[in-house]
Structure formats: structure tokens, C-alpha cells
């Protein structure tokens, strides 16, 4: 079924090891983002992507880097994880033409 | 610069009742709106989206929002609510000028429905 798939799923890291989140999409979608849910602080904008080899900083961009090599798939990288990156982490994207996101089903992430 | 404000936190309604989740947003150009659920653990889902034309838009469950340009409301409805509403639900905006803000959605932090039986 064509959509946005993410891997992992859930995942717990220890404070300072590393990780990449992947999220790929199939429909030749332009426009990809990565967003982090909090209680009471809905989703914010972490990085995101208008096109292959090309990353933007969004609302919250610290600790986190991105990659888009590839069209179909944008990576979100944690160097060093810290107990604040603790969250549910959502991969959205979006056609030329679109109106509304494609959303991921989510990674949760916890940071030990 | 885009934004959302949801101002309750919580709603809690009766079963069969009517039910209202408020949103009111800030956008440079026009906007189009949306409204996603999420029920517990699970990802956000698509309710419905205002993109022009009628005032009332209908969405998937029964749900349906009415947009205010003059109030730059967006405020979710229906008309008698279900105990399998409870969920979390977020109104999102994004300005319709072609490539503004990159396409980005801007969120509220989320109402928190609770229908009781």
C-alpha cells in the first residue's frame, strides 16, 4: 500500500549513544518533515526536506541532523542522545500538488 | 509566520451530545486548515480539510468544521457525540501561496475529547 512507512517502531537508547530514524515514502512525494510529539506541546517541526539532497531547519532543531539522499527517504539522526529527545517522533510528507501531510504511524523513542 | 491556538486543553461532553473542539489560527496569505485525530498510540489521522469554496466542510465519522475568515476560526463539530470519540485531536494550518513556508503544517498542541457514557 503506497504511504509513509517508518522504522523503527519503538526503540529505548541510552543517554549518549546514537540512532537513525528512517522514514520512506512511495508516492515520489517532494516535500518531507520530521516532527516530534510532546504531551501538551502537540507536534513540532524538526527538519524538513523540499527535495533530494536538500534539509531545512524547522521549530526545534537541536541535537537532531537529517539526510535526503535519496527522494524516497529521509533520515533523522541523533549523535548523542539526551533524556529531553525522549518523544514520539512523526515523518510526514507532501506532494507539489498536495493539500494535507501523508503521516507516518511514529517512532517512540526513550532516552534512558 | 503561521500559527494555531486550540484554548482548551480538555473537553469533556455527555454521550449523544453536541460537541465543539475550538481552533483559531494566524496565516499571511489564505489558509488551508485541517483537522487530524489520534486515538491512544497510534498515529494521527486525517478528519477533513478546508481548501475553499463552501464555509461548512464535512469530514470522515460525522465530524464537520465551519471556517470563519472574518474570526479565523476553524472550530471542529458534531452533532451528537459517541463514547468512541474520546481522542486527541489537532488542528493544523498552512498558507495556500505555492511553496509558502515550504508546505509546512503548523499544529496546535491538541484538545483532548472525553465523551462520557
Redesign the interface.
Known amino acids: 500500500n503506497a504511504g509513509v512507512t517508518q522504522t523503527p517502531k519503538f526503540r529505548v537508547l541510552k543517554t549518549g549513544q546514537s540512532m537513525t530514524l528512517l522514514c520512506a515514502q512511495d508516492m515520489n512525494h517532494e516535500?518531507m518533515?520530521w516532527?516530534r510529539q510532546d504531551p501538551?506541546?502537540?507536534?513540532?517541526?524538526i527538519h524538513?526536506s523540499?527535495g533530494e539532497g536538500t534539509t531545512?531547519k524547522?521549530e526545534v532543531p537541536d541535537g537532531y541532523n537529517v539526510s535526503r539522499l535519496k527522494k524516497q527517504n529521509f533520515l533523522l539522526g541523533l549523535e548523542s542522545a539526551a533524556p529531553s529527545q525522549t518523544s514520539v517522533y512523526?515523518c510526514?510528507s507532501?506532494g507539489q500538488f498536495?493539500?494535507?501531510?501523508t503521516?507516518?504511524?511514529?517512532t517512540r523513542l526513550t532516552v534512558v | 509566520a503561521q500559527s494555531v491556538a486550540q484554548p482548551e486543553?480538555q473537553v469533556n461532553v455527555a454521550e449523544g451530545n453536541p460537541l465543539t473542539v475550538k481552533c483559531t489560527y494566524s496565516v499571511s496569505g489564505n489558509p488551508?486548515l485541517?483537522w487530524y485525530v489520534q486515538y491512544p498510540n497510534?498515529?494521527?489521522q486525517?478528519l477533513l480539510?478546508y481548501?475553499t469554496g463552501d464555509n461548512l466542510v464535512k469530514g470522515s465519522y460525522g465530524f464537520e468544521a465551519e471556517f470563519n475568515k472574518s474570526q479565523t476560526s476553524f472550530h471542529l463539530k458534531k452533532p451528537s457525540a459517541l463514547v468512541s470519540d474520546s481522542a486527541l485531536y489537532?488542528c493544523?494550518v498552512?498558507d495556500q501561496r505555492s511553496g509558502a513556508g515550504?508546505?509546512?503544517?503548523?499544529?496546535?498542541?491538541?484538545t483532548k475529547l472525553s465523551v462520557i457514557p
Open positions: 516535500y518533515y516532527y501538551g506541546m502537540g507536534l513540532r517541526l524538513y523540499v531545512a524547522g512523526f510526514a507532501i498536495g493539500y494535507g501531510y503521516f507516518g504511524s511514529g | 486543553d488551508y485541517f497510534r498515529g494521527l486525517f480539510k481548501i489537532f493544523a498552512r515550504s508546505y509546512q503544517l503548523t499544529f496546535g498542541k491538541g
